[in-house]
């Protein structure tokens, strides 16, 4: 099906309903918000909400749908729409976003993993080659009018040294690749990573970080922003690199030691790119002076990663792609606080005739026994005259619950199994 046939469609299953409004509050494509339109959604576009105003924007629009790129969304921001139930992170990170609370008051929230891979890893690979020969050194001598040619001619080179990859998700292994083609041997570390998994991609496995960091050249770091990672990249870690070799930060700041970080710099000769920083301000321009910066042989940029054309253009792809989902059918794609599991100890199933009141009716039988339905689905099959409800319980079920259940004229059958914990 073409895209327009796609848009239309959709188009076609919101006639007849109030429009969906969709609060972009971060930078957006021009025609991206025209196909959200033509999908029949309200769009509103306002690049510079954050804080307050985007608690008052939300509040005053009532959204049931925000999209942001790297502004906060807190609880206060939910709380300031009824209607609100999807937030979606224009990129793959979301510790922006106070998932907890999202989950606490079931609202979903999405990403848009993969789309920015290409571009981050074009940028970790301008700091590495920076770090290297010292670009922005010599930039800024020139621009003095200074020629330092003697100065600049020690570069080490890349070809036959080891890189270091610590996370290998899509971002690291765009990085593998671009080092592959620099004649560079690749070694990663990466929870989810096996030898036989390294082995088929043609890299080395190390199975810890400290292993990684004794034997790189160069490190690049490609983890997501969760608890688990915070400070990953610690005292030990640092204390574990080679004198004078080179570590890029391109994930978040959060994951980075800074300090330990900035001490390696000073005693180790350690060179530096960094496009995150620990406590980064979180409007486009502000006034920010991190202490490693001032570092010799430290190079920063202001977290662009994924801000190439190409990227924003496959990120906004992908978060139209979520919303027109979740207006035709309800569904949310790339939802990240779905639980994986629930506390349920015991499975219903109910076959029914696909009449209006049915669910009701077993749903309140349900609640007389004092019983919680934890998550459920109905399968409805051929001809629309019958479905399966398959219904996880908090508790399992007495006989005369059961029995009730089959007493009514329109359950078919009722058959309860337990659910291993």
Not at 156 to 178: D, F, M, N, Q
Not at 206 to 224: G, Q, W, Y
Not at 328 to 350: E, I, P, Q, Y
Request: glycine share 8%; hydrophobic share 40%.
């Amino acid at each position: 099906m073409s895209q327009q046939a796609a848009t239309q469609k959709n188009k076609s299953n919101l006639e007849g309903s109030d429009k969906a409004v969709v609060l972009l509050a971060d930078s957006f494509s021009e025609s991206g918000v025209q196909t959200l339109e033509a999908l029949g959604c309200s769009v509103i576009l306002n690049a510079s909400l954050k804080d307050e105003t985007l608690v008052e924007a939300i509040e005053k629009t009532r959204p049931r749908i925000v999209v942001v790129r790297s502004t906060k969304v807190t609880r206060e921001m939910m709380d300031a729409s009824p209607e609100l139930s999807v937030i979606i992170r224009a990129g793959a990170g979301y510790d922006t976003i106070d998932v907890a609370a999202a989950s606490s008051m079931g609202i979903s929230v999405a990403n848009c993993p993969g789309k920015n891979s290409i571009a981050v890893a074009e940028l970790a690979w301008s700091l590495i080659l920076s770090c290297d020969r010292r670009v922005p050194d010599q930039v800024a001598d020139l621009r003095e009018g200074k020629w330092r040619k003697k100065e600049y001619a020690k570069s080490l080179g890349l070809s036959g040294r080891t890189l270091g990859i610590v996370g290998l998700g899509g971002i690291g292994l765009e990085t593998a690749k671009r080092g592959k083609a620099f004649g560079m041997n690749i070694v990663a570390w990466s929870r989810s990573l096996t030898e036989e998994k390294a082995s088929e991609l043609g890299i080395g496995w190390c199975e810890s970080l400290l292993n990684l960091a004794r034997m790189s050249d160069v490190i690049s770091v490609h983890v997501a922003s969760t608890p688990e990672t915070e400070n990953l990249i610690d005292e030990t870690f640092v204390d574990a690199l080679k004198e004078g070799a080179t570590f890029v930060n391109t994930s978040r700041g959060k994951v980075v030691d800074e300090v330990a970080l900035q001490k390696a710099v000073e005693s180790k000769n350690i060179r530096v790119g960094l496009d995150v920083f620990q406590n980064e301000p979180t409007s486009g321009d502000a006034i920010f002076n991190p202490s490693i910066i001032s570092c010799e042989g430290v190079y920063g940029t202001h977290h662009v990663g994924a801000s190439t054309l190409q990227a924003q253009e496959a990120i906004a792809d992908e978060a139209i792609r979520i919303i027109q989902h979740h207006l035709s059918d309800g569904v949310v794609l790339n939802c990240v606080n779905r639980a994986t599991s629930t506390s349920a100890k015991a499975m219903l199933c109910v076959r029914h005739l696909n009449l209006p009141g049915v669910l009701a009716h077993v749903f309140e039988i349900l609640s007389q026994e004092g019983v919680n339905v934890e998550e459920m689905e109905n399968v409805m099959y051929q001809g629309a005259k019958a479905a399966c409800a398959r219904i996880q319980l908090s508790n399992a079920l007495s006989p005369d619950c059961i029995a009730t259940l089959l007493e009514y004229e329109h359950v078919l059958s009722v058959t309860t199994s337990s659910i291993n914990e």
